[in-house]
């Protein structure tokens, strides 16, 4: 069973520039989150997904980010303009149901530079 | 009242040793707490999970222990293992809260050969 894929794996943009990253959460999984991870911290959640609604996104700063779920499967984070405090990785993750702790399933993040 | 502090920061230790990791919370709603493994270039894995109903779970190497009055929480790994170098999270989430889960800052595990 593949895992979560996100693209790209780096991106390196200079400030006030856009940029967007793309998720595939595993085949059937419904909820689908948005992490930042800053160098040395824990990730903490942006948004979540159930299909194609956002229930939360009390963490997005939504001055310059933003955020779709299409038809309930891919997903894609946008910045725009970009800052250098967003440095950091973007994680993606998915997991199966909607109301109960279940195993959130990472992908391998994007690691993103503004210089 | 969000958040779960975790420690040490890093951590070094002999193969065949004892790793342990501490994580405190504030918030008593907090009903499922979950461990989870990061290596280098890779996301979270969810490791070990315990629900404040019980004191202790064990699976393998990996045990959780957990002090519901304390409000605080640990990670045992017994017999260390090289492998097992990576950075560890704590986290915590509640049913009210959505499952929203609230992770501490890590701690870099180094397991020498």
């Known amino acids: 069973e593949a895992g979560v894929v996100q693209s790209p794996r780096y991106k390196i943009i200079e400030k006030k520039q856009p940029v967007a990253f793309w998720c595939n959460p595993i085949?059937?999984?419904?909820?689908l989150y948005w992490y930042r991870q800053n160098l040395g911290q824990g990730p903490e959640l942006l948004i979540r997904?159930?299909?194609?609604?956002?229930?939360?996104d009390s963490q997005l700063p939504k001055d310059r980010f933003s955020a779709e779920r299409l038809k309930g499967v891919d997903s894609t984070l946008k910045i725009q303009p970009a800052e250098l405090g967003d440095s950091a990785v973007y994680l993606c993750?998915?997991?199966?149901?909607?109301?109960?702790?279940?195993?959130?399933?990472f992908g391998p993040g994007t690691r993103l530079t503004v210089t | 009242q969000q958040q779960v502090k975790q420690s040490p920061q890093s951590l070094i230790v002999q193969k065949g040793g004892i790793s342990i990791i501490n994580c405190a919370y504030e918030?008593?709603?907090?009903?499922?707490f979950p461990w989870y493994q990061q290596f280098p270039g890779k996301g979270p894995a969810l490791l070990i999970a315990i629900r404040p109903d019980v004191s202790e779970k064990k699976e393998g190497r990996f045990t959780i222990s957990f002090n519901k009055s304390a409000k605080q929480f640990s990670l045992h790994i017994m017999d260390s293992q090289p492998g097992d170098s990576a950075t560890y999270f704590c986290?915590?989430?509640?049913?009210?809260?959505?499952?929203?889960?609230?992770f501490g800052a890590g701690t870099r595990l180094f397991v020498k050969a």
């Open positions: 986290a915590a989430s509640n049913r009210g809260g959505g499952f929203k889960t609230i």
């Open positions: 997904y159930e299909n194609e609604e956002a229930v939360d």
């Open positions: 085949s059937g999984h419904n909820t």
């Open positions: 993750a998915s997991s199966l149901k909607r109301g109960g702790p279940y195993e959130q399933y």
């Open positions: 918030n008593t709603a907090f009903d499922y």
